[in-house]
């Protein structure tokens, strides 16, 4: 179990499909990451948010898009992914950005 | 550019100890963390060291040398749950943007 959730655990979406990956911290925590990860491979970072504005965007495609409604919540909007997209979607947060990260649970995605 | 190294694979068995080295050349340097994870999981946080010197916490301690860019996680007593794999992680000079090794899978063996 970790302190940070991420909904839904497991999503299976076309080409054409809109979804979005939720997560929800409620540690306090004032920094806020999306990480993408492939099998045996490191996590990426994607997005990191701190103080609820996007402070880092590591030049991920525009049909990933991110939001952070308030401190304890963080979206990852999803449209026109590519099978390639396919992967371990993880949320992190963290005191603040010098601090340890911890990770939820991860929301598996496959791209029919 | 970031370098992170890690050995690929460590074999060892229970009750034994089990050294995992990390060297690491980074613009910048915020501190060093280690992460547990086991297959089909997330990362979970071991430790952090900012530093130098040795940082203990139960069964696990890990080891900073800045000026050696050189880390190491000390497992104790080792058991069949401790088979997953270990990941160093740098905080270089931009803060939260962390650079991973590519891991460690480690096997304890009964």
């Known amino acids: 179990d970790t302190e940070v959730t991420q909904t839904p655990k497991h999503l299976v979406m076309g080409m054409t499909n809109k979804k979005s990956l939720k997560c929800e911290q409620h540690m306090g925590h004032r920094a806020m990451y999306w990480y993408k990860q492939k099998a045996k491979k490191p996590p990426e970072l994607m997005f990191v948010y701190s103080y609820e504005k996007l402070s880092i965007n590591e030049s991920v495609p525009s049909r990933f898009s991110p939001e952070c409604p308030n401190s304890s919540l963080l979206n990852l909007h999803l449209h026109a992914l590519q099978p390639e997209d396919s992967a371990l979607y993880l949320c992190?947060?963290?005191?603040?950005?010098?601090?340890?990260?911890?990770f939820g649970d991860g929301t598996r995605l496959s791209i029919l | 550019g970031q370098n992170i190294d890690q050995p690929t694979e460590m074999t060892a068995t229970e009750g034994a100890i089990v050294q995992i080295n990390c060297t690491y050349q980074?613009?910048?340097?915020?501190?060093l963390f280690w992460y547990q994870q086991h297959a089909g999981e997330a990362p979970t946080f071991l430790s952090y060291n900012v530093l130098d010197g040795l940082e203990e916490k139960g069964r696990f301690s890990s080891f900073l040398s800045r000026s050696k860019g050189y880390s190491y996680l000390l497992l104790k007593e080792l058991q069949m749950k401790d088979s997953a794999s270990y990941l160093c992680?740098?905080?270089?000079?931009?803060?939260?943007?962390?650079?991973f090794g590519r891991g460690t899978q480690l096997t304890v063996w009964p």
């Open positions: 992680a740098v905080l270089g000079s931009t803060l939260g943007r962390l650079y």
């Open positions: 992190a947060s963290s005191r603040d950005r010098n601090q340890p990260q911890h």
């Open positions: 980074t613009s910048g340097f915020n501190g």
